[in-house]
């Protein structure tokens, strides 16, 4: 959707009548349309019944991967090499790597980007947002074939509810003979500028085919690709892939550093690339003078679609803080194809970690004079951002406004990197920044809303629009980060142009100390004790963190009986000092029950909650006998406990009774339930379940209750 760019719109033009083909391309894939003597007939495939639906499309975004089936050993064949995943783009395409594809669109081919390997099917400015927005995606994939299905999708508008028209179509890709079809179901409506393209582009961007560009497809309509049945296209060519990591992201290194040097290459060609050649590593400063310089030879094959990851024999030693290119270049192939892959540059900035203050930003500060300015005046963009020493506390994050010209104000947010994949998950922080308090033509410094402290990863630092034509400052000065992304709604995306631009978005840090506190153990009541009558809970608490603590909560709680919550209230604990604390409500509950009792401590920012609990086993009896011999029975195996994904759990049920499952929470709501368990060892998906406790209870011809730790 959104553009910062206008650009002039070109009358609409519907594919008629006319009979069309095309090719051979390099490879040589040739197409035809429905229309064409011996061309494809058009036949809509209807899965919406049987198959997967894709979930989390919005306003240019990509979900994914799906990994095809692979039954009877047919794999499906993209030009000269094989592909078991896929990628779904919200503007109508699929790739077999993630790539984002957004308005405005690259000509099919193009090798001047790193945007490749895609089958496009309807690629224009589609969304899946919007108030009653009617689009769905469904895909079904079998042995044979795989279909992707856009139903209803509409155009992007900046008229609001933000869309209109209609699209429905599909992709099927033949696992056998190797065709690609697209069926075009019906088509109504125009998108803002009639940039509307179909094509297939290969993992180079420099073959592909364009049936058609500007134009819009007729309703029940076909085009279909032909696989070559002699290919006689082969070529050489190798490609650095990237830098230190997958992605080639940008890093913040901590000043003084010693940093290695990795990388990985490939062969993208069809051809194997025989011996010798050389991988040459470099380093350069920020007026790019060569600060390093080294190389690995290659003495093996790399044959068609291998790859190698390897290190350098020599690493980076920063000699100062500021800015810095990591830069791989391939060498020495005789008849190397593509040169522009020949190279990946990796931004590397070094951070003096001695400072006050830790000033994160990948740009020079100098904005291109235009800025970002979505045309609607909603959604935003943001830049990951890592420390480059934990733990550390935000200070500030600043943003260069560009212009302002109908006096909007603006969101600063922050967000975690805890979502799928380490994409943008929690919402740490928000602050409304008014039109009033705007700095036009420079940085604004937004302070937090409340004390956040970073342990671990990274955070999303973001700028959200509040009308139209305010406009951020970004940077085309390279290197460049690949650190930006962009969002509606909830939907986000790596930025369109993250590979040409950065944001002028900083985060300063200042370093802070561990704050941590816990629990050492439960001294009173004692495992597997019965308590006849109202008996007093003690346990250690102990300070696990580098200050003093005094500001905290204690919590027990047993299940079936309700939580108790006392104020710390003690001496101050210096660091490494521990304390038995004694609640002043007594632990009691009119019905006999067992399980387990917990204890644990809560503060804001408390760094390690894997410390914060100590739990043991009782019974609550009202009546001696035989307490003991039920308690033990019902007893409940889990394991691994803490868990991260899933936990296994095993309970004493040799006669295979039904039971039911309930997972409760601390304030005892059920948060998951099953029915009909006769299984003694079953294992439970985490799913959404959030950090913390939780109590386990298995209902039928006893009673199992056990404790689960979620991280």
């Known amino acids: ?263 990985r290459i490939a062969n993208t060609g069809n051809l194997d690339i025989p011996p010798p050649f050389q991988a040459q590593g470099r380093i350069k400063n920020y007026s790019g003078a060569i600060l390093l310089n080294t190389s690995v030879p290659f003495s093996d094959t790399l044959k068609v679609l291998d790859d190698s990851i390897f290190n350098y024999t020599q690493s980076f030693t920063p000699s100062t803080f500021g800015t810095y290119s990591y830069v791989t270049h391939l060498t020495g192939i005789t008849g190397d194809l593509i040169y522009s892959n020949d190279s990946v540059t990796q931004e590397l900035v070094a951070i003096d970690t001695s400072t006050l203050i830790m000033k994160l930003n990948y740009t020079d500060n100098s904005s291109d004079g235009l800025g970002l300015s979505w045309v609607d005046g909603t959604g935003g963009v943001a830049m990951y951002m890592v420390p480059p020493k934990y733990p550390c506390k935000v200070y500030n994050t600043k943003y260069f406004i560009e212009s302002n010209p109908n006096l909007n104000g603006f969101s600063a947010k922050i967000y975690d990197d805890d979502g799928q994949g380490g994409s943008p998950g929690t919402l740490i922080d928000s602050v409304f920044v008014p039109a009033a308090g705007i700095i036009v033509g420079g940085y604004n410094t937004v302070n937090p809303s409340h004390p956040i402290i970073i342990y671990d990863g990274g955070v999303y630092v973001t700028w959200e629009m509040h009308g139209t034509g305010t406009a951020l400052g970004k940077d085309p000065t390279p290197p460049i980060s690949f650190n930006s992304w962009e969002f509606v709604g909830n939907y986000w995306s790596p930025y369109r142009n993250n590979q040409d631009e950065d944001f002028l978005i900083e985060l300063n840090l200042q370093k802070a100390q561990i704050e941590d506190v816990g629990t050492a153990g439960i001294t009173m009541p004692l495992l597997n004790d019965t308590l006849f009558a109202p008996g007093t809970v003690k346990a250690w608490v102990k300070n696990y963190g580098q200050t003093a603590e005094s500001a905290f909560d204690v919590h027990y709680k047993m299940w079936g009986c309700p939580e108790v919550v006392q104020p710390y209230s003690g001496a101050t604990l210096s660091p490494g000092d521990s304390v038995l604390f004694t609640f002043t409500t007594p632990l009691y509950n009119a019905t006999d029950i067992y399980g387990d009792l917990c204890v644990w401590t809560s503060k804001m920012n408390d760094y390690d909650i894997h410390n914060d609990s100590s739990c043991v086993f009782i019974n609550i009896s009202h009546d001696n006998s035989g307490i003991s011999e039920m308690a033990a029975s019902a007893r409940i195996s889990t394991y691994p406990n803490p868990f991260k994904e899933e936990v296994t759990v095993e309970f004493d049920n040799t006669t295979h009774d039904s039971y039911r499952l309930a997972l409760r929470d601390i304030y005892g709501k059920i948060v998951f339930s099953q029915e009909n368990i006769t299984a003694s060892r079953f294992t439970l998906q985490r799913r959404n379940l959030a950090p913390g406790i939780y109590f386990i209870e298995l209902t039928g011809k006893k009673k199992f209750i056990g404790k689960l730790v979620a991280e």
């Open 1 to 263: 959707m959104r553009r910062f760019l206008l650009i002039l719109a070109l009358l609409p033009f519907c594919l008629n009548a006319m009979a069309l083909s095309g090719g051979p391309d390099k490879y040589g894939y040739t197409w035809k349309d429905s229309n064409e003597p011996g061309g494809p007939t058009f036949n809509w495939v209807n899965i919406l019944t049987s198959d997967r639906k894709v979930n989390g499309l919005g306003d240019d975004n990509v979900r994914g991967p799906f990994s095809f089936i692979n039954a009877g050993g047919v794999d499906f064949r993209f030009y000269w090499y094989t592909v078991d995943k896929f990628w779904v783009g919200s503007n109508g395409y699929i790739c077999f790597n993630n790539v984002m594809l957004a308005s405005v669109f690259p000509q099919i081919p193009d090798s001047t980007d790193n945007r490749h390997n895609f089958i496009s099917a309807l690629l224009a400015d589609l969304t899946f947002s919007g108030v009653g927005n009617p689009a769905q995606c469904y895909y079904k994939d079998t042995w044979d074939s795989l279909i992707v299905c856009y139903m209803n999708v509409p155009f992007y508008t900046d008229v609001q509810p933000t869309w209109t028209g209609s699209n429905t179509f599909q992709i099927i890709l033949n696992k056998v003979d190797k065709s690609i079809t697209i069926n075009f179901l019906n088509q109504t409506g125009v998108t803002l500028t009639n940039d509307v393209k179909t094509g297939i582009e290969n993992l180079t961007g420099n073959i592909g085919l364009m049936p058609f560009n500007g134009t819009y497809p007729a309703s029940n309509y076909c085009i279909r690709y032909y696989y070559p049945v002699n290919p006689t296209y082969f070529v050489y060519d190798g490609a650095a892939l990237w830098n230190s990591h997958q992605g080639n992201n940008g890093q913040f290194l901590p000043y003084p550093t010693t940093f290695p040097l990795k990388a």
